[in-house]
């Protein structure tokens, strides 16, 4: 069976991860696996190029395959930022509360309408490993709401309003979330990506 390593110790990314992957064949770690290996640094310009490096450097220090995410999101009111700066956009050991709170008081003035509105971007990269890689991503648009709504999810997810769902993506269940958001839509063509170059055959109702 293929080994793959999700490139993150995050368990939230890598809950959502298995819930899209789970009928595939493979065996998925991720880096809470391995704790001895050094952290990546996560130094890119864009989200591609640190999703890129995060899956090149797994895969060629693992020996496995590697898949590699990182998102950023974009608010209209603020030039798009945070940016890929958005998991530490209120420091670099800031919790999620804090980067919801920092994004909700630079927006304080703003009213809803255009001005708020925002956009998250995935980027997914698949690194074999000689380190060649291929890159897909997903977008969501959505809304900064004014304040925090809803407990599922992580990150911006409380304050991330999705007007054709009407409801934040913390008041979605995760299916509901996997079937719209920036990170499902990658998933769902890294899927396919892993399906082509594994050569892989899905479980039949998994």
């Known amino acids: 069976m293929n080994t793959v390593i999700l490139a993150t110790r995050n368990q939230h ?25 050094p952290e990546v640094v996560e130094d890119g310009a864009t989200c591609q190029e640190n999703a890129v490096k995060k899956a090149k450097e797994t895969a060629t220090r693992t ?14 009111a603020l030039g798009g930022r945070p940016g890929v700066y958005a998991a530490r956009y209120a420091g670099e050991q800031a919790s999620y509360t804090d ?12 009213p809803a309408g255009d001005q708020r509105g925002a956009r998250f971007l995935t980027i997914m990269a698949l690194a074999d490993p000689k380190g060649r890689t291929d890159v ?22 409380p304050v991330f309003y999705v007007p054709h769902a ?17 990170r499902g839509q990658a998933l769902r063509l890294a899927k396919q990506l892993l399906t082509r170059r594994l050569t892989l055959t899905p479980s039949v109702g998994a």
């Open 166 to 182: 009407d409801k934040t993506l913390a008041q979605m269940t995760p299916s509901e979330k996997n079937a719209c958001s920036h």
């Open 63 to 76: 020996g496995h395959w590697a898949l590699a995410d990182d998102t950023g999101l974009e608010v209209t």
């Open 13 to 37: 990314k890598v809950q959502e991860i298995r819930s899209v992957l789970v009928d595939l064949p493979i065996q998925l770690l991720s880096l809470a696996d391995f704790p001895d290996l």
């Open 99 to 110: 980067n919801c709170q920092k994004l909700l008081q630079e927006l304080k003035d703003v």
């Open 136 to 157: 897909v991503e997903g977008a969501l648009l959505g809304e900064i709401s004014k304040e925090f709504y809803g407990s599922q999810g992580f990150g911006y997810d």
